[in-house]
């Protein structure tokens, strides 16, 4: 089991950056990522990374957001998001890939403006 909270989420218009922070309640040697669900939509991936630091995004962000996690006590991953869109309204969510399950976090709130 691992408790996974999340922070940075905001209001910005578009064109200007947010920093997501997730912070496990242990340290992981698994995979992590982030996740968004919008109003109406599925949730869908936006960035995971591995524990020895592969990097994946999904095509709408490529270029905008970059993942990252802490590789000392390997218990933090963070998102910045540049060049924000309106599209990239959504409910943001923390993921572990862990062996014993897959686990979530609450979810943090970014909305931009146009």
């Known amino acids: 089991q691992v408790q996974l909270v999340e922070s940075g989420g905001g209001s910005v218009q578009a064109g200007g950056s947010l920093r997501l922070s997730c912070a496990a309640s242990?340290?992981?040697?698994?995979?992590m990522g982030w996740y968004r669900q919008a109003p109406g939509k599925q949730r869908e991936l936006v960035a995971t990374?591995?524990?020895?630091?592969?990097?994946?995004y999904a095509e709408a962000v490529k270029g905008r957001f970059t993942i990252s996690r802490d590789n000392d006590k390997k218990n933090t991953v963070y998102l910045e998001m540049n060049s924000l869109k309106p599209e990239d309204t959504a409910v943001y969510y923390c993921?572990?890939?862990?062996?014993?399950?897959?686990?979530w976090g609450q979810g943090t709130q970014v909305t931009v403006s146009s």
């Open positions: 993921n572990a890939d862990l062996v014993d399950g897959r686990f």
């Open positions: 242990k340290s992981i040697f698994d995979s």
């Open positions: 990374i591995s524990n020895g630091g592969w990097k994946n």
